[in-house]
């Protein structure tokens, strides 16, 4: 019998039958820009709110599935038009209009940069994220977009998303794979102008794999997303980008050849040519060699160290990342496997090229970290809260050794949150009535949310209060929805209609199921929290969401946790777990609960952000004083639990910091939410939301946060590649070339004698006079900078918050002998002490401590 061969399978794409007057709705559905305007978010539900949810707010799919009777009844609604036509108007302004970059860079025209991302979290009907990171580099491209930053995003097109979450009968996660379809979201394949589709090749060891690439709107960001499921590459290959976080290491290093490699190709196949990188995290740290495989093939006479010189200039790492077990690392042979046939592109050897990963290069068995690699091609390092720029000094010290863990050049941006994607409707309305347009025009002017004081305690409250109504609503609803799916009893589904109370204090948790994160610290002490449960002259209610890596047991076992202790018949109404965290579930809750609960293992929490997206919307943060809340907490924003303290037995600490979370729920929240005036107004409760919103809400937004990686990094970086580049990378390879000499001679330098002034014993105000007296063969005394390291001396015998004070070449001593005198001036009385050290002083070193390069006397 014959074989019958599968049947040829032709693709046509329908398109929506818009009538005219309703034709600029297209054009706003394929922009994310309507995400954070909620008139325009009201456009789309407007035309039938039914089918909005169904299609899980995804206008595209909207226009496509609604009938052509309720578009036709649109179109002749002269109240619809209206709307519409002022929606268009301000999406065209947005488009239009200089923002904050261009009226205080005007000439940097030339400024470009390229934002790298494993995963973007722009809104959960693209669901390209899974939390946090995606979350953040979402806002960071909308933020982009308000100022008029010039900026790309570059990411993955997941087909499969991140996981979807439900939970069996005993409360276990299972995971689910719903592919998305692409031709009914936002976004859209690229062509050359004759039609063909925009695709790009890279090489892994057994085949090519061709990347084709598609575009999403965010505003005036472009966000360029590659996709490997196409018919010419092989199965296994269009898996590539078919989950986020899928697979082990073998899929990892793959997806990261295609982000980081495949990026940049795609980049040069659409006639881009970003000025500056940058690496959100180290997953996309191979751009960074391929940019200078890119530069070498351009200019063979190049050397590695040359090409690193220009690229590393305008190379930009954030590390999210706190602990180094949260770094990917790829075992030595797997990179060889596939990178053997592109190292000699780079003009290195196998063992050179491993080397650029080890934290120890002398360590052949050391695993390639993706984080180091980024860091040792990048001259510019940033963590992304001030605690965690401590932590990643002290992490990553190895890296430059002899130079002080204060001194390590990682700096930090903290993190932030897009205001206008995360506030409150109602919220918003409110701050319309009281602040005018300033609040969104410039969401970093303090002033603008000083006006926050002049809100009502009344209306302020009453908006607050329609957040939580409308939580509690769609709670019951979800709730509901869940036990069915999950086969629960009749009563218990009737019994999800009466979970919480809409006047009771609500408190949500919500985040990433992760150990450190101690989801269930809460429930440490299961018969103090059932007293606060039971209270019902002062009733509380928990809402809990969050997923847990498919891979983390001990995650999995903490929702389970949650989940069996809500089913008590005693507190289930007050206790509730909601499936599937994603951002619509996090906007519900930030902006319907009256406390952010956050109960981190400090110091790994890196930042955090969700608890900005509360504070935002009035809502109290109660959280261990770890990430952002280090900087953002005072007495009159929220609640600390514990001081900071970092304990060695993580046993020990959990007990002690769940008991201070009781203390402060018993004490002082409960009390202070129920203390009410004779109108039944919470009234001090209604100042803390007004400080928290006044003093918060200026500072940790994504605004700030460009803004400043914009004058921080961007476009220090972009004038860094623009000197070194002029003349075919003239000053570039100069550099390269002398930093080579510095090692060549660097063991050779010896400081000989240090002399100082007086007897040892000074008075304030006086000033010591030090002389070094160095050897210097072959070397030019104006080549190196010698600096003194002065301070108060601690009981430990180290010097504390140290002075560097430089040295100037006084004269020449002998043959390669020079004299290098300073002045330590006594500002303070008590034992004070200093020392010398010798670093490179080329003028064009993006910072003094090139690794290996220090002399300490």
């Not at 000025?275 to 959100?280: A, G, L, R, S, W």
């Not at 009893?489 to 150990?515: C, H, K, M, N, W």
Request: charged content about 25%; overall charge neutral.
């Amino acid at each position: 019998m014959a074989q019958i061969s599968p049947p040829t399978i032709r693709t046509f794409q329908v398109f929506p039958d818009i009538p005219q007057p309703l034709t600029p709705l297209l054009e706003l559905a394929r922009n994310l820009w309507w995400v954070w305007h909620p008139d325009a978010v009201e456009l789309f539900r407007r035309l039938d709110r039914k089918l909005w949810d169904e299609v899980h707010h995804n206008p595209v799919k909207l226009l496509g599935s609604i009938s052509q009777a309720k578009l036709a009844a649109a179109a002749e609604d002269d109240g619809y038009i209206a709307h519409l036509k002022r929606v268009y108007a301000a999406f065209k302004l947005h488009l239009e209009e200089h923002g904050w970059f261009h009226k205080n860079h005007p000439d940097k025209k030339k400024l470009l940069v390229a934002y790298f991302s494993a995963e973007f979290g722009l809104h959960e009907s693209l669901p390209i994220y899974s939390g946090g990171l995606g979350v953040l580099a979402g806002d960071h491209l909308k933020s982009a977009s308000e100022i008029g930053l010039p900026l790309v995003g570059v990411g993955l097109l997941y087909r499969n998303g991140y996981f979807q979450q439900y939970l069996s009968a005993d409360g276990w996660q299972q995971e689910s794979y719903p592919e998305l379809d692409f031709y009914n979201l936002p976004i859209e394949p690229l062509r050359y102008t004759d039609g063909t589709p925009v695709q790009v090749r890279v090489d892994l060891p057994e085949n090519a794999v061709y990347c084709k690439v598609w575009r999403a709107n965010v505003g005036r960001v472009p966000l360029y997303l590659l996709d490997t499921n196409l018919t010419e590459n092989a199965p296994a290959d269009r898996d590539i980008t078919a989950r986020l976080y899928g697979g082990g290491s073998e899929m990892r290093i793959k997806q990261e050849i295609v982000l980081g490699i495949g990026g940049v190709r795609a980049l040069e196949a659409l006639g881009i040519s970003p000025t500056v990188f940058h690496m959100n995290e180290g997953h996309s740290a191979f751009l960074a060699l391929e940019r200078i495989r890119v530069l070498i093939e351009a200019n063979n006479a190049l050397t590695f160290d040359e090409a690193r010189q220009q690229v590393m200039a305008t190379n930009i790492f954030t590390t999210h990342t706190p602990v180094p077990a949260g770094i990917d690392f790829f075992s030595p042979e797997l990179m060889l496997k596939y990178f053997r046939s592109y190292i000699p592109s780079l003009k290195l050897d196998e063992e050179g090229f491993l080397a650029l990963g080890r934290e120890d290069v002398a360590n052949k068995k050391q695993g390639f970290s993706m984080a180091v690699l980024a860091i040792r091609l990048a001259d510019h390092h940033n963590a992304v809260s001030k605690l965690h720029g401590e932590v990643s000094r002290k992490m990553w010290h190895n890296l430059w050794p002899g130079v002080p863990v204060s001194e390590i050049p990682i700096d930090h941006v903290t993190n932030g949150i897009h205001t206008r994607t995360w506030l409150s409707p109602d919220i918003s309305y409110v701050l319309d009535r009281y602040l005018g347009d300033a609040w969104m025009s410039d969401p970093t002017d303090h002033s603008v949310w000083e006006g926050v004081n002049s809100i009502p305690d009344e209306e302020l409250w009453r908006a607050h209060e329609r957040g939580r109504e409308r939580l509690v609503g769609w709670v019951r609803q979800t709730l509901k929805e869940q036990l069915i799916r999950r086969g629960a009893s009749y009563e218990e589904v009737q019994l999800a209609e009466e979970v919480l109370d809409p006047e009771a204090l609500t408190i949500g948790f919500a985040r990433r199921f992760a150990t450190y994160k101690r989801g269930a610290l809460l429930l440490r002490d299961p018969a103090r929290l059932r007293k606060l449960l039971e209270d019902t002259k002062r009733p509380i209610q928990f809402v809990f969401s969050g997923k847990a890596h498919p891979a983390d047991h001990e995650g999995k076992e903490l929702i389970k946790a949650i989940v069996n202790f809500a089913r008590d018949p005693a507190i289930r109404r007050r206790f509730v777990f909601i499936e599937n965290y994603d951002m619509n579930v996090a906007r519900y809750l930030v902006q319907g609960v009256d406390v952010w609960l956050n109960t981190p293992r400090r110091p790994y929490e890196a930042s955090g952000t969700s608890g900005m997206k509360a504070a935002v919307n009035g809502v109290l943060n109660c959280s261990i004083l770890d990430g952002w809340w280090v900087e953002a907490y005072s007495p009159d924003v929220g609640w600390a639990i514990g001081h900071g303290e970092i304990y060695p037995d993580a046993g020990y600490q959990d007990h002690v910091e769940s008991q201070a979370l009781y203390d402060i729920l018993e004490k002082q929240i409960v009390p202070l939410f129920y203390d009410r005036s004779v109108d039944n107004f919470p009234r001090e409760w209604i100042a803390r939301m007004k400080n928290s919103m006044r003093k918060l809400a200026p500072v940790f937004n994504t605004n700030r946060m460009v803004r400043e990686y914009a004058e921080k990094f961007y476009i220090p970086a972009y004038l860094r590649g623009q000197a070194l580049g002029q003349e075919n990378l003239r000053r570039a390879i100069e550099l390269a070339r002398a930093k080579d000499r510095y090692r060549a001679k660097w063991d050779s330098i010896k400081v000989v004698g240090v002399h100082t002034s007086g007897n040892g014993h000074y008075k304030v105000g006086d000033k010591v006079q030090v002389e070094a007296l160095l050897d210097l063969p072959d070397l030019d005394p104006r080549e190196i900078a010698v600096q003194l390291y002065a301070g108060r001396i601690t009981p430990s015998g180290e010097i504390d918050e140290p002075q560097v004070l430089p040295m100037q070449h006084s004269r020449q001593m002998g043959a390669n002998r020079h004299l290098f005198t300073g002045t330590i001036e006594c500002r303070t009385s008590g034992r004070q002490g200093f020392a010398v050290r010798v670093v490179p002083g080329h003028p064009d070193m993006a910072t003094p401590f090139e690794p290996g390069l220090i002399l300490w006397n």
